[in-house]
């Protein structure tokens, strides 16, 4: 048995896929297994998938076929229910790691095995432009609530027991926030979480979300409608507005970035500095 089971899923990622799976062969700690997911791809992914493959045999996958795109939620569990390994560590297609990324998860999770999750840090990156994405340990649904999302699924370690138990949704309606309705789950029964400080993995900004910002927001706000009791909502949802300035504003989107800078209420001297750089037009 692997101490880790790598999941990743593919959607039409022709473009990033062999610097992603570089990554994870690359690694310093190679006690795992790699399982792809081809969730339906139109492209040439699974070509070049399997040219890296040839050129690297003693790194051979598991391969999950779907017939049609299902989407992140269905690709991950499709991983998981084929995963040997007592940890998953998920890895989107498009994001790579540092190469010692699963030597220090290892190192922390065999010291505390009670740990049932761990995550860390990430470096964003867009348009050659790289900055850390802070983290910080969530102890409770208030934290999501008062400063937002810190867990990002290519920088998340989880149990195969409670992968297994607590599956990702599957429901169309909250494609994209599959992973924010999970860790609320995994919040409310209480599963063991533990944070890693340092930047692990490189996490990509694409264009997909930017263009779909307002979709992706309504589905977070449906999550929210979910856990949450009604009074807390209104202020989760201005805590996504300001993180959806901050995607606009890094991204060079600076109108709508000062859209959701005041959606979001927020008046803190952080933000004001923020609103200052974007109205003179800096990707901060």
Known sequence: MPFFSVVIPVYNASEHITECLHSVIGQTYKDFEIIIVNDGCTDDSMKKVAEFFEAFPEYEPKIVHHNYNRGLGAARNSGVFRANGKFIAFLDADDYWAVTKLEKAASYLEIFPIWDLLY?????????????????????????????????????????????????????????????????????????????????????????????????????????????????????MERKYYEAA???????????????YRRSKNKDFKTRILRLANRLHFAV
């Not at 599957?170 to 063991?192: C, H, M, N, P, Y």
């Not at 400080?197 to 927001?217: D, K, N, V, W």
């Not at 901050?246 to 959701?260: C, D, S, V, Y």
């Open 246 to 260: 901050r995607l606009m504003q890094k991204t060079g989107r600076h109108k709508r970035a000062e859209i959701f």
């Open 120 to 236: 860390h840090p990430v470096v964003e990156f867009h348009n050659g432009r790289q900055r850390k994405r802070s983290a910080y340990f969530a102890s409770g649904l208030d934290d999501f609530i008062l400063k937002g999302n810190p867990l990002v699924p290519s920088a998340v370690v989880l149990s195969r027991k409670i992968a297994l138990e607590h599956p990702f949704s599957t429901d169309r309606s909250l494609l994209g926030v599959e992973d924010l309705d999970l860790w609320f789950r995994l919040i409310q029964a209480k599963v063991q979480m533990a944070m890693i400080p340092e930047a692990l993995t490189f996490y990509r900004i694409t264009s997909g979300l930017t263009s779909r910002i307002m979709q992706h927001l309504s589905r977070c706000e449906k999550v929210f409608k979910t856990y949450l009791k009604e009074e807390y909502i209104a202020t989760a």
